[in-house]
């Protein structure tokens, strides 16, 4: 790379002087540059302009264009040859040119000109020279390598050789230049636009062009680059700036390099050894030394059989090499160096190695001053060894200081043990595991590649010096004012025109930049350093001291007023007192040289853009982008009518000013005429649409970046963002790491030194409040160490942050850190997710564009998510609930967790990354889980430990004995304390923590169902064992089955897994309630005879004045009441199981009831003598149904299980019946002494005399008569009914009352009204008869008593008063009998109704009979034979008489048994009203010995019209005809004429019963008429209804 500088001086031109306003244009290499317009036909110019030419085959074309108000017009042009220019570092006079209007073109490139024209131009063009070498020593060398080159075998030139194969080192120029600037130049940002691209003098056959990029350079040989510095150290405790010293001297250089033999070489190195000249001195020799070597090594190159040869050797062991130095240096260099070990060759000297590589040919090479190279390097490497032996342990080899592996290999990547690393010792290395597992991640993540990297440290901390030194943030700013411009004058930052008579711009005072005002805070660089560059450039050297005088006195001020912040970086990277004192020499002056030494080659690629503003009328735009570097700007290709355009072009810029800035424009391609107009008028005829500008000093290695396109007023419109692939080679630092890894280093270094040296291991959080807060990574020095470091080579704070959370996550576990975890990743979180409205570009896109590396922080945080996941999942023992700290700790783990979720989902665009919340709860459960298993296998001591009260209780129970047992349930009641510690920790400690998912993470109740899950399957199992076994007491099993349901309800019950669900809990317990039921009832039966004993034994005593019954009822029921509140504190929720529990019980309480029941009922009658005995035990059983029906209330009433339900009403019904039972043997009990009240009661009646017609004042006699008939039973009444009504239950005397009440209306209608039957066949048949309808009671006092009695109507009066009286008496105003009762019980019925009939005729008793009595023949089951007979009902139109004939047919099938004579014959009989003076009865002939006669007769009855046919009957008897006593009754039958008045006729056979059916009131009819002993037609009716079968002969 060659330096080629232009002076256009002046013109003269032919023409009027008004008509030129003209400027000059330089191009060459696609490079424009343009003079300021001068106005006249001799302008003057005096501009100087640079540039880097990397091809001398081309030519430099100069043009003169004269300024229009539209179009500017070429005056001429001149093509100059870059081979014809000369080199010098002198400016000359300059020659005169000829303007030619037209370009000779050759292969699309100008190669000449033709037509001159009469104006000329005034051009001083040269190359200038490297290094200031002296004229006369250039020439020197020149003459001396076209010798060399003619020597050759191979007879091709140089510049062939060069064109055709790359050259060997990309780094030839820089590597091997002087020491001196190596040293400075490579820590300094400040850096020339002359910079050491010069070629060698004279050299125009060929300028190869340095730069890496274009050469094929094996990726060892750029690791091994960087390590340059390394062998640049050793010289830095002696480097001292050589320009405050002595000129160099040429006689040094010609001495040493004229005879260029080793001999003198070494003597030279011998004189270095032990001479007394100062380091400065020897140093500078070494300086021209290293030039003589650096151009004989281009010479070098074309004597390689093969360029490529090096790499090859390189490959190969070294020892080849090793055998070269021993034989060409061995006689004359020191011993010990001829041994170097072959690390010190690969790591410590680059010089030294890449001179080995070119000895690659068999013959010796031709020149010996290359040997001079080798003691060159080894004495560098001499010097080192003894600076190295002063700082490190001088146990350890020097070449170790820097590692095999000095070379970087990416500050993210795996350490490969390959190369070679030092190894720590395994203990240590297994220590540090532990101790960083504790703290945090353990991955190539975590563990810090730059802490090892020593090559690397190194040159960090230089940097970090000379940041600091003079920091960006207290730079001079610049001293701007409104200023008038007498001339065109041009924005130093936009090239745009400042437009305007007056006050156009902005200028700053102190270093004269111009720019427009809207331009002015574009421009960012320090004022007092490009003050400095630009009038130390323009020769004002006392303004130039001021500036580097004021520049110095600040870096002074710094250092003294903050010596903290260099302590701390001298010890954060270990630096001596001594190397430190040299570095910030060594930096300060690099700040004073700013950017004189400083050079770059700049790639960008423009890759693409997004979200672009549509400009143009179709709704699109045209965009292409300028790039512009410093003056040097170029353009992409128009991609036409595309917001999202992609370019993916490739620029080349050379730069020479650190300050300069990299200016990204996109435009809007508009090709008409009114952009053309524009152009002429703005120099912008296109439409911007957006622009980033990049500071070059942030720049280094390679970047691949998007930037968001920046507005350049406020009324442009812009949107989206461009993509930019930048690739940066700082001369002397091409293999240098990019800033972002450099800053990686100190970030790393400075952690670990703050946290691991200073801090042992402890993470110290800085005490930082607002916004920004996330941004202080460390206190306050240190963080202004990364701040301006940052700021000085534009670091992003995003990168910052990301670092600094790579460096937090090798120490996650300490307090504090996850909370400033969580903080800084919601942060990066917010930048990369929150894109803004003004681009379009993805927050995928944007983070894949990360600096950091989207791989690399991906990797950590999934690395740390699973680390993570892994200590929530020991949340217990990392987060003790005992440390406030720690579970603060713990609630921002989750915070973090939720933020690396929120990362893949919203930075990282997964689809359905997993849910925080899920996460966070699966690690609880596994935590959950195996607390579980560690409390159920160390129940025993746990418990011990936390619950045992008395210390010396002893608690050595064998270890069989310590688990469950099937011998006892000592286990389990410990376990559920134990499971209820931790869910109660985790309910009160952990859940407030863990608050962040209040709807899907509740720790207390996730608590509560795992370990109820994991409870449930032991227990259940073991419960199923114990079944089987059953060793342990029922109760025992009671009360686990209680504390089981406590657990359940206080914890799991209301858990939504839970919540609506039959627990299993009460199936593991129902068999052990079950036993425990089945005991129960023997223990209640058992009670049941116990307190009847007692309460018999104390003579069945009241329990108090107001309870009426005895206490063995209390006693029963409050046993089962017991028992069965033992049931429900089961509290069971399984409705089946609580239904065979209810079902069970039921049994249980019918059982104990009809025993105390049926015990009662037994000893009742002997009891029934005593006065209140009986009251008391008709209250005890009326007690119990009260009480069971408060059970089955308490048993659930209506929602009873039906089964169990049906068997307690089943109880209730049988308890009425043992009372209504026990009721009416008490109520029977009085018989006897009613009995004969009664009878008191009827003898008074008799002597009641007086007719029927009571008059009006005979009433109150009636009254009167009526209670004296009632005084012996109301005097009996009263005294028992008012002890009944004080000790009995309301029901018991309701009950005895009814009872009375029946006794007293059933023996008054026995004794009173119903007179006995004094016939005595009557009578037997009325006996028998009344038999079947249990009347037998009526009957039998009608027996015994021989005298009739028939009550006269007054009588009859007298009674009726009286039963009102008993009515009134029995109802005891509402106390005691409903009204309504009495009124309809059948006793009084049946009184009243016999009495009823003592007043009727027999005609209307008789219809009365014929009406009720239906079924007097019917159902006969055992008939003893059957009549067949005819009947008509006849009805006579006129009158209504009715007439009935009547057939009798034959009988048949008659069961009679005789041994006379058998004449059977056939009697009807008509029975009904109004039949005393009409033929009633008929009889047939009797036919002999004839079971089955035929009779064939007619009869005719005939009825009256009174009444219908339906008050009438047929009676049908067949009799065994007896001569002189009475005729037997074979059977009888009945038919009813209603059953044939519809028809009129009927024929059947009719069964024949043994005797007559009939009812109550049949019965009462037949007993009244049996006493109307006078009327015929009564008698003859009690007769016939009276009959009955006779007894046969031989029964």
């Known amino acids: 790379m060659s330096l080629l500088c232009v002076r256009v001086k002046k013109a003269k031109l032919q023409g009027p002087p008004d008509k030129f306003n003209t400027y000059v244009t330089l191009k060459v290499q696609n490079v424009k540059s343009t003079t300021v317009a001068v106005r006249g036909d001799q302008p003057c110019w005096e501009q100087d302009f640079m540039f880097e030419i990397s091809r001398l085959d081309l030519g430099l074309i100069v043009e003169v264009w004269n300024k229009g108000l539209i179009w500017d017009t070429l005056v001429g042009t001149v093509w100059i040859a870059l081979k014809a220019i000369r080199q010098s570092d002198e400016e000359g006079p300059g020659e005169w040119s000829t303007l030619e209007a037209e370009v000779v073109m050759k292969r699309d490139e100008i190669c000449g000109t033709k037509n001159p024209t009469p104006h000329r131009i005034l051009l001083d063009t040269r190359f200038e020279l490297p290094f200031d070498i002296p004229e ?36 030839s120029q820089c590597s091997f230049e002087d020491a001196d600037s190596a040293v400075d130049d490579r820590d300094s940002d400040y850096r020339s636009e002359t910079s050491n691209s010069i070629p060698p003098p004279y050299h125009t056959t060929a300028q190869p062009n340095a730069s890496v990029h274009q050469f094929t350079v094996p990726s060892r040989l750029q690791q091994q680059g960087v390590l340059r510095d390394s062998c640049a150290d050793s010289l830095q405790n002696y480097d001292v700036d050589y320009r405050e010293h002595v000129a160099i ?6 001495r040493y390099g004229s005879s260029c033999n080793v001999s003198q070489g070494s003597s030279h190195l011998s004189e270095l050894d032990h001479s007394h000249e100062s380091a400065h001195g020897s140093e500078q020799d070494d300086e021209h030394q290293e030039r003589e070597s650096n151009y004989s090594h281009h010479s070098l190159v074309s004597y390689h059989k093969d360029s490529q040869t090096w790499l090859k050797e390189q490959e190969e062991p070294r020892s080849k090499g090793e055998e070269e130095i021993s034989e060409t240096e061995g006689k004359h260099a020191d011993h010990s160096t001829a041994k170097l070990p072959l690390e010190l060759d690969k790591s410590k000297d680059v010089d030294a190695a890449a001179q080995v590589r070119y000895h690659g040919d068999n013959e010796p090479p031709p020149f010996s001053p290359a040997r001079a190279h080798w003691i060159r390097a080894i004495n560098k490497v001499r010097m080192q060894l ?39 010792l395994v203990s240590d290395l297994a220590m540090s595991l532990v101790q960083s597992r504790k703290a945090g991640i353990t991955s190539a993540m975590a563990t810090r590649t730059s802490l090892k990297d020593e090559e690397l440290k190194s040159h960090v901390y230089k940097k970090t010096l000379q940041a600091l030194i003079y920091p960006i943030s207290c730079t001079t700013p610049h001293n701007f004012e409104v200023w008038t411009a007498t001339t065109p004058t041009y924005c130093y930052e936009c090239e745009g025109l400042l437009w305007g ?72 990277f270990c630096e ?23 050079s770059a080659k700049i790639t960008i690629t423009v890759v693409c853009a997004q979200g672009l503003q549509a400009k143009d009328k179709t709704g699109s735009s045209d965009p292409y982008v300028t790039v512009q570097v410093g003056k040097t700007k170029k353009r992409t290709k128009t991609i036409f009518g595309n917001l999202n355009p992609v370019w993916e072009e490739k620029f080349y810029f050379e730069c020479h000013n650190s300050s300069d800035r990299i200016k990204v424009r996109v435009w809007d391609e508009d090709d008409d005429i009114k952009s053309r107009v524009k152009q002429r008028l703005k120099r912008e005829s296109d439409d911007f649409l957006g622009q980033t500008i990049i500071e070059v000093r942030t720049l280094s290695g390679e970047m691949d970046v998007w930037y968001n396109l920046e507005k350049r007023t406020d009324k442009s419109a812009v949107s989206g963002a461009i993509r930019l692939q930048i690739n940066v080679e700082i001369k002397g630092e091409e293999k240098v790491a990019p800033y972002h890894i450099q800053y990686t280093c100190l970030h790393e270094n400075l952690f670990h030194h703050l946290t691991d040296v200073q801090g042992n291991g402890v993470v110290k959080i800085p005490d930082a409040k607002g916004d920004d807060a996330w941004k202080v990574y460390f206190d306050e020095t240190a963080q202004e160490i990364v701040d301006e470091f940052a700021m000085r080579y534009g670091i992003e704070s995003i990168y910052q942050a990301m670092t600094h959370f790579a460096c937090l996550s090798s120490k996650y576990m300490c307090p504090g850190v996850p909370a400033v975890m969580s903080t800084l990743l919601a942060n990066i979180n917010a930048y990369y997710a929150h894109t803004t409205a003004s681009t379009n570009v993805s927050a995928s896109d944007r983070f894949a564009a990360s600096n950091f590396g989207k791989e690399r922080f991906v990797k950590l945080l999934d690395q740390l998510h699973n680390s993570l996941r892994i200590d929530l999942s020991m949340y217990r023992n990392n987060f003790p609930a005992s440390s406030r700290e720690r579970l603060q700790d713990l609630k921002s783990t989750v915070d973090l967790l939720t933020s690396i979720t929120f990362f893949r ?60 047992s099937i011998r006892n349930l000592d286990f389990w009641p410990k376990l559920i304390t134990l499971i209820v510690s931790i869910i109660e920790e985790d309910k009160n400690s952990y859940t407030p923590v863990l608050n962040q998912f209040p709807q899907e993470l509740a720790v207390g109740k996730i608590s ?51 919540k609506g669900k039959v627990p299993e809990y009460p199936a593991w317990f129902e068999q052990f309630v079950m036993q425990w039921l089945d005991e129960n009832e023997d223990v209640s039966l058992e009670f049941l005879h116990g307190a009847l004993e007692r309460d018999k034994k104390d003579g069945f005593q009241q329990t108090s004045e107001h309870a009426l019954f005895s206490c063995s009822v209390v006693d029963v029921f409050t046993q089962l009441n017991q028992s069965f509140e033992i049931i429900k504190k089961l509290e069971c929720p399984d409705p089946v199981i609580v239904a065979h529990y209810n079902r069970r019980f039921a049994k249980t309480i019918g059982k104990v009831l009809m025993q105390y029941a049926d015990i009662l009922s037994k000893s009742f009658q002997s009891y029934c003598s005593k006065e209140k005995l009986p009251c008391i035990l008709m209250n005890n059983i009326q007690q119990l149904r009260v009480q069971l029906e408060k059970m089955f209330e308490a048993m659930g009433g209506k929602e009873l299980d039906v089964e169990a339900s049906d068997h307690l009403k089943e109880l209730q019904v049988k308890l009425n019946n043992v009372l209504d039972e026990l009721s009416a043997v008490f109520g029977n009990s009085f018989q006897t002494r009613i009995d004969e009240c009664v009878k008191q009661m009827s003898d008074i009646l008799c002597q009641v005399k007086g007719t029927g017609n009571v008059a009006a004042n005979a009433r109150n006699t009636v009254a009167q008569d009526a209670d004296n008939v009632l005084r012996p039973l109301m005097d009996f009444l009263d005294g028992n009914l008012t002890l009944f009504a004080t000790v009995c239950e309301k029901t018991v005397l309701k009950r005895v009352l009814k009872e009375l009440w029946r006794v007293v209306m059933n023996t008054m209608e026995k004794l009173i009204v119903l007179p006995p039957l004094t016939d005595h066949t009557g009578t037997q048949l009325i006996f028998s008869a009344a038999k079947e309808l249990g009347h037998l009671s009526k009957l039998k006092d009608h027996m015994v008593r021989e005298e009739t009695r028939s009550l006269t109507p007054k009588q009859c009066a007298v009674l009726d008063l009286a039963l009102d009286t008993i009515k009134q008496y029995f109802h005891a105003g509402g106390n005691g009998l409903k009204k309504t009762f009495l009124e309809k019980s059948p006793d009084l019925q049946s009184l009243r109704y016999a009495l009823s009939l003592y007043t009727q005729t027999t005609d209307t008793l008789i219809k009365t009979f014929v009406q009720t009595q239906t079924a007097q023949a019917s159902g006969v089951d055992d008939p003893v034979g059957e009549v067949s007979i005819q009947i008509d009902l006849y009805t006579h139109p006129g009158t209504g008489e009715h007439k009935v004939t009547v057939k009798v047919v034959a009988a048949n099938d008659l069961k009679w048994q005789t041994s006379g004579m058998f004449r059977p014959f056939v009697e009807i009989t008509m029975i009904g009203p109004h039949q005393s003076d009409k033929k009633r009865k008929f009889t047939t002939k009797s036919k002999s010995n004839n079971w089955a006669p035929k009779y064939n007769e007619t009869f005719h009855f005939i009825l009256g019209n009174e009444d219908g046919p339906d008050a009438y009957e047929l009676q049908v008897c067949v009799k065994d005809y007896c001569f002189a006593r009475e005729d037997r009754v074979l059977g009888i039958a009945v038919m009813q004429l209603r059953d044939i008045a519809d028809k009129g006729s009927c024929a059947c056979w009719c069964p024949l019963g043994r005797r007559i059916h009939m009812d109550e009131t049949g019965l009462t009819v037949l007993r009244i008429l049996s006493q109307r002993t006078n009327d015929e037609v009564a008698k003859e009716f009690v007769k016939l209804k009276s009959e009955s079968r006779s007894t046969e002969e031989g029964t």
């Open 501 to 572: 008579i007056a006050r156009q711009g902005m200028r700053c005072a102190e270093c004269g930049v111009k720019c427009h005002e809207k331009c002015q805070d574009l421009l960012n660089a320090d004022c007092l350093q490009r003050a400095a560059e630009k009038s130390s450039k323009h020769g004002a050297e006392d303004r130039t001291q001021n500036f580097i005088m004021a520049m110095k006195d600040r870096m002074k001020i710094r250092e003294r007023n903050k010596p903290e912040i260099f302590d701390l970086i001298r010890d954060v």
């Open 905 to 964: 989902m919203k930075v990282q665009e997964l689809q359905s990354p997993p849910r925080a919340s899920q996460v966070v709860k699966d690690c609880v459960k596994a935590c959950l889980n195996s607390t579980y298993e560690y409390i159920f296998n160390n129940c025993h001591e746990l418990y011990s430990r936390e619950y045992q009260t008395d210390p010396n209780k002893n608690q050595d129970l064998p270890p069989e004995e310590q688990g469950p």
């Open 136 to 171: 006369e020593e250039a020439r020197y060398w020149t003459r001396k390598l076209e010798q060399i080159n003619s020597l050759g075998d191979d007879e091709y030139s140089f510049q062939e050789e060069v064109q055709k194969k790359p050259l060997p080192s990309a780094a």
């Open 386 to 424: 003894q600076e190295g032996q002063d700082e490190a342990d001088p146990s350890k080899p020097p070449w170790l200081k820097g590692g095999p592996a000095g070379g970087l290999y990416g500050i993210d990547s795996m350490p490969d043990l390959r190369k070679k690393k030092p190894i720590p």
């Open 249 to 254: 001297s040429p006689a040094g250089s010609s």
């Open 1008 to 1058: 509560a169902e795992v370990m109820w899950s994991l409870f449930a399957q032991d227990m259940k199992y073991a419960m199923e064992e114990h079944e089987k076994h059953r060793l342990c007491k029922s109760a025992d099993y009671m009360n686990l089955h209680f504390k089981v349901k406590w657990l359940y309800n206080e914890y799991v019950r209301d858990l939504p897994a839970f």
């Open 576 to 598: 001596s007192k001594l190397t430190h004192a040299q570095q910030m020499k060594t930096v300060k002056q690099s700040v004073l040289d700013g950017t004189s030494k400083w």
